[in-house]
């Protein structure tokens, strides 16, 4: 049995139409993280809507469907990920209103992939936390001004509390760190029990 990459729960989609292309580069991730291929744009669609896809390694010219076309559709459902495009498509000026974080030209060695796949998981880490941190103290106020049997007839706290579960489970699941969350826990509840003194 193999043993665990470093981030062996980090979600990777390898895009392109070129297959011994997309099977290179995932074959350059194995061991580093959890990698899936598609071998054009609706395959792709097809796949971050079927699972939790964190990153995509998007090929930008493919027939059918282009890179540019995927990055339009994936904004438009809001997709909540990164994107690096991974291209022999030089940048030109035209890549001002493209949505991707990151843009590598063909050829990528392993290290270089690598290191750029795992500055944005970091970077999703983290704004992952950030909301988290804002959907927690939302219901942090909630709790602390409402009863149990409002809250319980609420729609919209419901889905507060769905929220703050998958949020937690996200960057539980993307920090190299997990204290994060701890001490975040233990400062809401310093400050909770210094309201009640307080009263």
Same mark, same amino acid.
């Given at each position: 049995?193999?043993?665990?990459?470093?981030?062996?729960?980090?979600?990777?989609?390898?895009?392109?139409?070129?297959?011994?292309?997309?099977?290179?580069?995932?074959?350059?991730?194995?061991?580093?993280?959890?990698?899936?291929? !598609?071998?054009?744009?609706?395959?792709?669609?097809?796949?971050?809507?079927?699972?939790?896809?964190?990153?995509?390694?998007?090929?930008?010219?493919?027939?059918?469907?282009?890179?540019? $076309?995927?990055?339009?559709?994936?904004?438009?459902?809001?997709?909540?990920?990164?994107?690096?495009?991974?291209?022999?498509?030089?940048?030109?000026?035209?890549?001002?209103?493209?949505?991707?974080?990151?843009?590598?030209?063909?050829?990528?060695?392993?290290? $270089?992939?690598?290191?750029?796949?795992?500055?944005?998981?970091?970077?999703? %880490?983290?704004?992952?936390?950030?909301?988290?941190?804002?959907? $927690?103290?939302?219901?942090?106020?909630?709790? !602390?001004?409402?009863?149990?049997?409002?809250?319980?007839?609420?729609?919209?706290? %419901?889905?507060? +509390?769905?929220?703050?579960?998958?949020?937690?489970?996200? !960057?539980?699941?993307?920090?190299?760190?997990?204290? +994060?969350?701890?001490?975040?826990?233990?400062?809401?509840?310093?400050?909770?029990?210094?309201?009640?003194?307080?009263?």
């Amino acid at each position: 049995m193999a043993e665990p990459g470093p981030h062996e729960n980090l979600q990777v989609l390898v895009v392109d139409d070129e297959r011994e292309v997309a099977d290179a580069y995932a074959l350059r991730l194995r061991g580093f993280c959890a990698v899936e291929t !598609a071998y054009s744009g609706q395959d792709a669609l097809s796949v971050i809507d079927g699972s939790e896809v964190d990153i995509v390694l998007l090929d930008r010219h493919m027939p059918d469907m282009s890179g540019d $076309e995927v990055l339009a559709e994936l904004d438009d459902r809001e997709y909540y990920g990164r994107v690096i495009m991974v291209t022999a498509v030089d940048p030109d000026f035209d890549v001002l209103e493209l949505p991707f974080d990151e843009y590598l030209c063909k050829p990528v060695e392993r290290e $270089e992939l690598q290191a750029v796949i795992d500055q944005q998981r970091r970077v999703l %880490a983290f704004d992952t936390l950030g909301e988290y941190f804002s959907v $927690e103290s939302k219901r942090a106020v909630i709790e !602390a001004q409402t009863s149990d049997e409002r809250r319980q007839n609420h729609d919209g706290y %419901a889905d507060l +509390v769905d929220r703050s579960k998958q949020l937690h489970e996200r !960057a539980t699941r993307l920090l190299d760190d997990e204290n +994060v969350l701890e001490q975040f826990h233990r400062i809401g509840r310093e400050r909770s029990d210094r309201s009640a003194t307080n009263r």
